[in-house]
């Protein structure tokens, strides 16, 4: 009896490690595997390991263990592997199976996203010789902006802004080509600008019968009628700007005492026959004249002041054109600007003007820098 249960036992022994091992054929070692082809370097991107059961798992790259786990599940991260390929091999076991599996994952260089140079620009594609006028170029983004006139480079800037002034260019057409370019794109624009040479104008002057003798022009300078507003000048300076002020004021850090021929934008801009006045010379044509305000000379729509002699029965028209500061025209219709030449150092940096509103006529003194009109006079011959 005693060995029939012997027998038994070993014979239930036997049964129950023939079924457990019959239970593992049936559930055998599941490993899933998530595959990374190609990945950019520095950009995460995942090798995922998991299996059905506790097990070890071992990741190697290029045949040099990385990274074990001993839970069954593994992540390994490729993104600080250097660029080329690499061969990765993962290898499960759990103490009575072995899994194995390699394959080959390609490590890229991040592709550089190019930030594109977009040029704004202003052209200029008229102008007379000798006259300043301004081309500018710009990008939002730091570049290098080059200028070419006719295939020769003339400027260039890596502050993302580019000035041009086209006054020295020669009497012709001229092709202006204007390149940004950083390492990755560049981008151009091309315009022709035709410069001509300044048209004469013969102006005409007007006898007051003042007790100097001084003849007045009809017209500004730079103007072909009486009641065109003309061309703006800072103090001293014989060219029109697109900007007035302080910082750009050309005898900023030189003063001028006097007008000599070179600085007066009477003589230079239409003949030595012609000057800018004196103070002096305003005010006698103050003393001496009759001053009307009209919003409306001769029909053209124009304010200023009709000067009428009192010695003739002769007349000038002075339209309000205001003045430019900065780079705007501010109180063109209101009020007029008109420069003397004698520079007033007691005040530091001012000089004679004459101004005149609907209210007021007054000669007085005014800051270099802005931009105001000259009517210009000659001596009787």
Not at 9 to 25: I, N
Not at 153 to 180: C, F, M, P, R, W
Request: glycine fraction near 6%.
């Amino acid at each position: 009896m005693k060995n029939t249960n012997i027998i038994i036992t070993l014979l239930l022994l036997f049964l129950l490690f023939s079924c457990k091992k019959e239970g593992q054929q049936l559930s055998p070692l599941e490993v899933s595997v998530t595959y990374i082809d190609e990945a950019y370097h520095g950009e995460t991107s995942n090798v995922e390991v998991s299996t059905n059961t506790q097990c070890t798992v071992w990741l190697y790259v290029d045949n040099e263990e990385k990274m074990s786990s001993a839970n069954g599940k593994i992540t390994f991260d490729v993104s600080n592997l250097s660029v080329g390929p690499h061969k990765i091999k993962v290898v499960v076991s759990d103490g009575d199976e072995d899994y194995e599996r390699s394959f080959n994952c390609k490590i890229l260089e991040k592709p550089v996203s190019i930030k594109f140079p977009k040029l704004s620009f202003m052209p200029v594609k008229e102008s007379y010789a000798g006259e300043t006028a301004y081309i500018t170029a710009q990008t939002q983004i730091d570049s290098k902006i080059t200028l070419y006139v006719d295939d020769v480079e003339q400027q260039s800037s890596v502050n993302k802004t580019l000035v041009y002034d086209v006054a020295a260019l020669a009497i012709g057409s001229h092709k202006i080509k204007i390149v940004s370019e950083n390492s990755k794109a560049h981008d151009e624009v091309s315009f022709d600008c035709v410069i001509s040479e300044k048209p004469v104008i013969d102006y005409d002057y007007v006898d007051l019968g003042l007790p100097s003798g001084t003849l007045w022009a009809t017209c500004n300078v730079g103007a072909q009628n009486p009641w065109d507003y003309g061309d703006y000048f800072a103090w001293g300076e014989v060219t029109t700007k697109d900007y007035y002020d302080w910082d750009t004021y050309t005898y900023r850090d030189s003063p001028l005492s006097t007008l000599d021929a070179a600085h007066d934008a009477a003589i230079v801009n239409i003949g030595s026959d012609w000057r800018m006045p004196t103070q002096a010379e305003l005010q006698e044509l103050y003393d001496n004249c009759d001053w009307e305000w009209t919003s409306n000379y001769n029909g053209t729509g124009v304010a200023g002041r009709i000067v009428k002699s009192r010695r003739s029965s002769s007349s000038i028209f002075l339209p309000a054109a205001g003045r430019r500061y900065n780079g705007e025209v501010i109180w063109a219709d209101d009020a007029g600007y008109y420069w003397a030449s004698e520079s007033k150092t007691m005040s530091g940096i001012s000089s004679g003007y004459l101004y005149l509103d609907s209210d007021i006529i007054d000669v007085d003194i005014f800051q270099w820098f802005f931009g105001l009109s000259v009517r210009p006079v000659r001596c009787r011959n």
